[in-house]
């Protein structure tokens, strides 16, 4: 029986993960500032103690765990690249994810982040993040390093950006995971499978009528003003889906929203696609068959700009009926690799907002599922 606990918990993707491997475990505590996601987290799982806020925690009650697990947010380090190590940390924080490594010694601890990470601050962020964790006795990605540092926790490091595509479920989403040991051992990473799932397989029948866009919206998307396009970028995967966010879909949010279009008249004319290409500095990473990838199946993804900089938008071209509407809550838990039964649970407790924050804050159940295959069934 492993000893669990996480920080930053969110709906409780590790915890998710072990039980359909069936490994057995014992949630000691989880952690999550967000309400919301608490009272998802509690209708799923049931830890020995829900704890508010990681910078609050007595560390030292904490039994030690063998398995410790959170997905902190990426800050800059105040004085990065001043080599002060683990006090370079302090303020932000991955600080109390490491001052609690410290303390409770786990046996094995797994870290996630965007693939950001990698180059913050010019690379600064990362590199402080490994020293920290390394230095004093450890090492990273199997190598022994030259220690910059005199407070380094000494655990054998391992870490690799992984895509939810390559694990089973048709979402482009990179994410940095870091896998540390207390003890030296061998680690590799799950290997890439085979996509078998498509988009389309991921859809509800009858979604309910309340996520059909309004023909305002139809017509903010699809008619964009003069000009509207020129930071943006159009692409065509007809398989997955993009990255599932954390924002709420709505008009007028700053990132990504989805939506699924199902009639002809929707459609891009060869017309306007003529004209975007001669007009703007829009990116079209296709084929030349252009017109016919986005009129001629099923399961076509058009990812576009929102017709404003820095906004993105994602389409589904499915002829199945006639109007646009959004991913729902339940697609987007099916895109992390929740079972039905799990947000059904969570609904009950959650508004669709909330349901769709939680989604796109949670690490994929199936690249844990297959990160905790190596870790303990290998």
């Given at each position: 029986?492993?000893?669990?606990?996480?920080?930053?918990?969110?709906?409780?993707?590790?915890?998710?993960?072990?039980?359909?491997?069936?490994?057995?475990?014992?949630?000691?505590?989880?952690?999550?500032?967000?309400?919301?996601?608490?009272?998802?987290?509690?209708?799923?799982?049931?830890?020995?103690?829900?704890?508010?806020?990681?910078?609050?925690?007595?560390?030292?009650?904490?039994?030690?765990?063998?398995?410790?697990?959170?997905?902190?947010?990426?800050?800059?380090?105040?004085?990065?690249?001043?080599?002060?190590?683990?006090?370079?940390?302090?303020?932000?924080?991955f600080f109390n994810v490491a001052e609690f490594i410290k303390?409770?010694?786990?046996?094995?601890?797994?870290?996630?982040?965007?693939?950001?990470?990698?180059?913050?601050?010019?690379?600064?962020?990362?590199?402080?993040?490994?020293?920290?964790?390394?230095?004093?006795?450890?090492?990273?990605?199997?190598?022994?390093?030259?220690?910059?540092?005199?407070?380094?926790?000494?655990?054998?490091?391992?870490?690799?950006?992984?895509?939810?595509?390559?694990?089973?479920?048709?979402?482009?989403?990179?994410?940095?995971?870091?896998?540390?040991?207390?003890?030296?051992?061998?680690?590799?990473?799950?290997?890439?499978?085979?996509?078998?799932?498509?988009?389309?397989?991921?859809?509800?029948?009858?979604?309910?009528?309340?996520?059909?866009?309004?023909?305002?919206?139809?017509?903010?998307?699809?008619?964009?003003?003069?000009?509207?396009?020129?930071?943006?970028?159009?692409?065509?995967?007809?398989?997955?889906?993009?990255?599932?966010?954390?924002?709420?879909?709505?008009?007028?949010?700053?990132?990504?929203?989805?939506?699924?279009?199902?009639?002809?008249?929707?459609?891009?004319?060869?017309?306007?696609?003529?004209?975007?290409?001669?007009?703007?500095?829009?990116?079209?990473?296709?084929?030349?068959?252009?017109?016919?990838?986005?009129?001629?199946?099923?399961?076509?993804?058009?990812?576009?700009?929102?017709?404003?900089?820095?906004?993105?938008?994602q389409y589904i071209n499915e002829k199945t009926t006639k109007?646009?509407?959004?991913?729902?809550?339940?697609?987007?838990?099916?895109?992390q690799g929740f079972t039905d039964e799990e947000f059904y649970?969570?609904?009950?407790?959650?508004?669709?907002?909330?349901?769709?924050?939680?989604?796109?804050?949670?690490?994929?159940?199936?690249?844990?599922?297959?990160?905790?295959?190596?870790?303990?069934?290998?």
């Amino acid at each position: 029986m492993i000893k669990v606990g996480t920080d930053f918990s969110g709906i409780g993707s590790p915890e998710a993960a072990l039980k359909r491997l069936g490994i057995p475990h014992h949630n000691i505590f989880a952690c999550d500032i967000d309400k919301y996601a608490e009272k998802s987290f509690l209708e799923l799982n049931k830890p020995d103690k829900f704890y508010k806020d990681i910078t609050t925690r007595d560390y030292k009650e904490v039994p030690q765990l063998d398995l410790y697990v959170a997905g902190f947010p990426c800050q800059s380090f105040s004085l990065a690249g001043k080599r002060k190590g683990f006090n370079e940390t302090r303020g932000t924080l991955f600080f109390n994810v490491a001052e609690f490594i410290k303390v409770n010694q786990p046996e094995c601890f797994i870290l996630e982040n965007v693939k950001g990470l990698l180059s913050h601050d010019s690379g600064k962020t990362y590199q402080t993040i490994t020293d920290v964790l390394t230095n004093g006795g450890g090492t990273l990605n199997g190598q022994m390093g030259m220690d910059t540092i005199d407070d380094g926790l000494g655990y054998h490091v391992y870490t690799k950006v992984l895509n939810t595509k390559d694990y089973g479920i048709p979402q482009n989403r990179e994410r940095i995971f870091i896998v540390g040991f207390k003890h030296w051992r061998t680690f590799n990473f799950p290997v890439k499978m085979p996509l078998k799932l498509k988009l389309k397989d991921m859809l509800q029948d009858n979604a309910n009528s309340k996520y059909i866009l309004s023909k305002k919206m139809v017509k903010h998307i699809f008619e964009p003003k003069k000009g509207d396009w020129k930071s943006g970028k159009m692409t065509i995967d007809t398989n997955i889906a993009k990255t599932i966010n954390a924002r709420v879909f709505k008009m007028g949010a700053a990132d990504t929203d989805n939506y699924i279009t199902v009639d002809d008249k929707y459609y891009l004319s060869k017309k306007k696609i003529e004209y975007l290409k001669r007009t703007s500095t829009t990116t079209f990473n296709i084929n030349q068959n252009i017109e016919q990838d986005i009129i001629k199946d099923c399961s076509r993804t058009i990812t576009s700009g929102y017709f404003k900089s820095g906004r993105t938008e994602q389409y589904i071209n499915e002829k199945t009926t006639k109007k646009i509407r959004r991913l729902t809550p339940l697609e987007c838990w099916r895109l992390q690799g929740f079972t039905d039964e799990e947000f059904y649970k969570a609904q009950k407790v959650n508004s669709d907002t909330q349901l769709y924050k939680q989604a796109g804050n949670s690490i994929t159940v199936n690249v844990m599922v297959e990160i905790l295959k190596k870790i303990y069934l290998k």
